[in-house]
């Protein structure tokens, strides 16, 4: 053997080396998860958990170990992330990395990005993920009949011509060949699969036997076979909500097993799965991730099988799940498609009837797809949800009713009352205390001849004018108005007003009087006798100018006196 002929044949070797090692890779096509969920339902969490699950268990530690701070994410018209799969050791992808999109909320305006942010023509390679919270029961309805509308739409859109009737035989075939696991076959497995080169045999993963219809209730929608995983995130917290209810112990059992059993219901109807997940079950996110890549990967054997139909590659079958379903447990529940029927819901709680949530579920569906109100006569699965779970959301809770209500009394009928009090008790008048000061200020005025002006009212006016005369007029502002005006001091003022009382005081009816003598007894209009002061005072003012400007015309100049009196000399 030459030189030449052994470097040719050790090179062939690494060469189909390399191909047998990314053989397996290269049977697999790029998979998609859309994750559909609202603010604050913990989304963020969960698809950290499915990413940090993919590595190995040496590689995850070495994560824990580094302790990094949480950064807030900024808000993203479009959330991307990617879920590695690789094998036990963590060191070999042994399937293309799986591309996770997630809009921010259930906005027309961003639901609508997820068409265009999805590759061409990966219809077929896409699963749906619907993420609710179970601290948030009471809008859980709500939510998944909105997102279940929005995925029939977008895959009546998306999916091209032919591919929604073979994705749902797909998904019926997968339905109806599944069988659940040995006890003795749930151990120790990971994520990824295997590593060993022999891979698991079809009859392991789907059973072999013949194929038994459909059941009532499932599969009677979703007619374009898109796989669907609804998950109930936070589901350790669902007793801290029973608490805000005023709700413990079987009547909160009862309503979550009513949950349970109506969300089931809604998944047998899609071919859906179901899934709690807690932070205090963190098996709950691996066995979400191991069923995740078993929906993705795994082909089930065909419906009607022909002569020609190719039979499914060992590679479909790689991502197996071997776990059982589980009821029971209520944070940790996993219900698989096709392991679910209106038998086994029914077990679960008595009383409860699947045709009815069925048909709730059509009029509630309906409601949404034509833009319905409640109010129609037909019952929807809202009003349901209702009876069973209140709207703490929309409607806090109120501890103590009566302390908080209070009735009002009219404003009128209030005023009315306080005003027949006050006639009946004339001395809860405040303005009493004013009446008794002027009258007594009044009386001592007559008696001492003191210039004070005095003005009386009848008992059915309201109004109450006090003594006015020189006490009145201290004031600073009203003293060095008056004094600008007159030309004087404020005591000059004074002094004017007092001789104006003295001298209007001896004549009988003048302007100042409080009485007429036409009518004695009688009380003076207060308007007008002001009007009768201020005039009198203006008419003393005039006639006091014009005196002082005669006889300043009178009088000789000093000047021109002493100048005569210069030249006389």
């Known amino acids: 053997m030459t030189a030449e002929s052994s470097s040719t044949d050790i090179w062939s070797d690494i060469l189909r080396s390399a191909d047998r090692s990314t053989a397996g890779r290269d049977t697999y096509r790029r998979k998609n998860v859309i994750v559909l969920s609202e603010k604050k339902h913990g989304r963020r969490h969960l698809i950290d958990q499915l990413v940090e699950a993919s590595g190995s268990s040496s590689r995850r530690k070495q994560r824990q170990k580094v302790a990094q701070p949480v950064k807030p994410s900024p808000v993203l018209a479009m959330g991307y992330n990617i879920l590695e799969v690789k094998d036990e050791a963590g060191e070999e992808d042994i399937a293309p990395p799986i591309s996770i999109f997630y809009p921010p909320s259930s906005h027309r305006s961003m639901l609508r990005l997820i068409p265009h942010s999805l590759p061409p023509s990966s219809f077929a390679d ?158 709950t996110y691996t066995n979400l991730r191991r069923y995740l890549l078993h929906r993705l990967y795994t082909i089930p054997p065909p419906l009607n099988p022909t002569s020609d139909t190719p039979l499914p590659t060992a590679s479909s079958s790689r991502f197996p799940f071997s776990h059982r379903a589980n009821v029971l447990d209520r944070d940790a529940i996993m219900v698989p498609t096709g392991w679910d029927s209106w038998g086994k819901i029914n077990v679960l709680r008595e009383g409860f009837d699947p045709d009815q949530v069925n048909k709730a579920w059509q009029v509630s569906l309906r409601r949404v797809r034509d833009g319905e109100e409640e109010g129609d006569d037909e019952e929807g699965l809202e009003d349901l949800w209702v009876g069973m779970i209140p709207d703490i959301e929309s409607e806090p809770k109120r501890t103590d009713l009566h302390a908080i209500t209070t009735t009002c009394e009219p404003e009128q009928t209030f005023l009315a009352r306080q005003l027949d009090i006050l006639q009946k008790d004339p001395n809860r008048d405040p303005r009493a205390s004013f009446r008794q000061a002027a009258a007594a200020v009044s009386a001592s005025a007559a008696n001492a001849g003191s210039p004070s002006i005095a003005i009386t009212q009848n008992t059915s006016e309201s109004g109450v004018v006090g003594p006015m005369g020189a006490g009145g007029l201290n004031l600073p502002g009203v003293e060095k108005a008056m004094a600008e005006m007159e030309g004087g001091s404020a005591d000059d003022l004074k002094e004017r007003f007092a001789k104006l009382g003295r001298r209007e005081s001896t004549r009988p009816g003048g302007p100042l009087s409080p009485t007429s003598p036409g009518n004695p007894g009688t009380t003076a209009v207060p308007n007008e006798a002001l009007h009768n002061f201020f005039q009198g005072l203006l008419a003393t003012k005039g006639k006091t100018s014009t005196s002082s400007t005669a006889s300043t015309k009178l009088a000789p100049s000093p000047q021109v006196s002493a100048k005569s009196q210069n030249g006389d000399v």
Not at 143 to 159: G, T
Not at 169 to 190: F, M
Not at 209 to 228: A, E, F, K, M, R
């Open 126 to 283: 896409t699963a749906v993920v619907i993420v609710l919270d179970w601290t948030r029961p009471s809008s859980m309805v709500k939510e998944i009949v909105m997102w279940l509308d929005w995925v029939e739409r977008w895959a009546s859109d998306s999916a091209a011509r032919g591919q929604g009737e073979e994705m749902r035989d797909r998904l019926q075939s997968h339905i109806q060949h599944y069988s659940e696991p040995n006890p003795t076959a749930s151990g120790p497995s990971t994520a990824a699969g295997p590593t060993t080169p022999s891979l698991p045999s079809l009859s392991s993963t789907y059973g072999s036997g013949p194929l038994l219809p459909l059941g009532p209730g499932t599969l009677i929608l979703n007619s374009h076979g898109v796989p669907i995983i609804v998950v109930c995130t936070k589901a350790d917290l669902m007793d801290n909500v029973a608490e805000e209810m005023g709700m413990k112990g079987a009547g909160w059992e009862e309503r979550t097993d009513w949950i349970q059993q109506v969300l089931r219901t809604i998944c047998l109807a899609y071919g859906a799965a179901l899934f709690y997940t807690a932070p205090t079950q963190p098996q």
